[in-house]
């Protein structure tokens, strides 16, 4: 667990957080559905902590460092609690985004709050894209659901 940033527990809680809970079920619990969609589609304890800690990672080599933003456009579903969880390992501040702005919208927002990691559905890519230059702190864009060049994929 190198590198991951530790949050404040709750009272009453010492030393506790949603990763180390979730650390918690791999080891108890580690083929034990954790997530189900509304498709259906569902992971289990250890597949979604893998897949936190390795978005994490990939968040970190991007060059993110706790306190950095993360923006995030994407519906409700399995990969926005699996970013959710990876930017609470790399002590990141959650920025999620309206999926329901209008692209200037989603631009007035990235402009305004600065992330240095954007995770968005492959439907705001191009437009994020196209305006790249006004948004000099984000560092890495990871689309879900498709690919773009000059983008990491979420998966």
């Keep these: ?35 189900i969609d509304a498709e259906g589609n569902s992971l289990s304890f250890a597949e979604a902590a893998a897949m936190a800690r390795s ?22 579903g399995i990969p926005f609690i699996v970013t959710e969880l ?4 790399c002590g990141l501040v959650k920025v999620p985004l309206n999926i329901r702005f209008a692209e200037a919208e989603v631009l007035y927002a990235l402009i305004d709050c600065a992330p240095r990691i954007l995770v968005c559905d492959a439907r705001y890519a191009d437009a994020v894209l196209a305006r790249r230059a006004e948004l000099p702190e984000l560092e890495a864009i990871f689309v879900v659901g498709g690919e773009r060049p000059g983008c990491a994929s979420y998966g």
């Excluded at 009453?12 to 580690?30: C, E, M, S």
């Design 86 to 89: 990876a930017a609470l390992r």
């Design 1 to 35: 667990m190198t590198g991951e940033a530790k949050a404040a527990p709750a009272p009453g809680h010492a030393g506790v957080d949603i990763n180390h809970l979730l650390d918690q079920a791999v080891t108890n619990h580690p083929a034990k559905t954790a997530l």
């Design 55 to 76: 978005l994490a990672a990939a968040y970190r080599a991007a060059g993110a460092r706790p306190g950095d933003r993360l923006a995030l456009i994407l519906p409700n």
